[in-house]
């Protein structure tokens, strides 16, 4: 039964990153293919994101500011649910019951996050008003990837999911979203 469940764990998140990469160019399909089964290290080294000398002048993309927006958003989503929230509950150190488990959603979580996030890059790098918040996503992507190492080394701290999670808030109050500015969202409570 455990078996079936960590199968259909990894065809659902496969699938995800193929969807994710279907609206791309076939050269990111390939890297996003091969990225899926190596490390997260493996995968941002791997993955071409733009610098911020390479914005456009002009939008260059469809819909750029809402494929950012929902990028970023699923990006967060999946950190806090597989990385942040786990080792706050302490799922990641040594000995814990369920490591492994954690470890393997965190690491396919990750892959995911990260092309997640090459994709945020490039649509933030085709709009000049959205192509500041590219260094922000490159910062995410090194802090990701030291935590993830940490995390398979079963050595992580609190500074190294800390630094993850201020990385996020960082780019998420350079883009206007604060918590405590927006209030409640309506029928949300």
């Known amino acids: 039964m455990k078996r079936a469940r960590v ?3 990894v065809i659902v998140l496969t699938m995800l990153l193929g969807g994710a990469t279907a609206c791309s160019s076939a050269s990111s399909l390939t890297n996003a293919a091969s990225s899926a089964g190596h490390s997260a290290a493996n995968a941002v080294n791997q993955s071409a994101s733009p610098s911020s000398g390479t914005c456009a002048s002009a939008g260059t993309r469809k819909l750029p500011k809402t494929r950012l927006l929902a990028d970023l958003a699923l990006t967060y989503g999946a950190f806090h649910r597989y990385l942040y929230n786990p080792y ?3 799922a990641f150190h040594k000995g ?3 490591r492994i488990k954690a470890t393997i959603k965190a690491g396919l979580a990750t892959a995911l996050i990260i092309k997640l996030l ?3 890059s490039k649509n933030a790098a085709a709009d000049p008003t959205l192509c500041k918040f590219v260094p922000n ?7 990701l990837t030291n935590l993830v190492d940490k995390i398979k080394g079963g050595d992580a701290n609190s500074s190294d999911a800390e630094s993850a999670k201020s990385a996020f808030d960082q ?3 350079g883009t206007g979203f604060s918590g405590s500015s927006n ?6 409570g």
């Open 183 to 188: 209030g409640s969202l309506p029928g949300l």
């Open 118 to 120: 090459d994709n945020a």
């Open 88 to 90: 706050r509950a302490g």
């Open 96 to 98: 814990a019951h369920g």
């Open 171 to 173: 780019l998420k109050s």
């Open 137 to 143: 996503m490159e910062s995410i992507k090194a802090s």
């Open 7 to 9: 199968l259909v764990l």
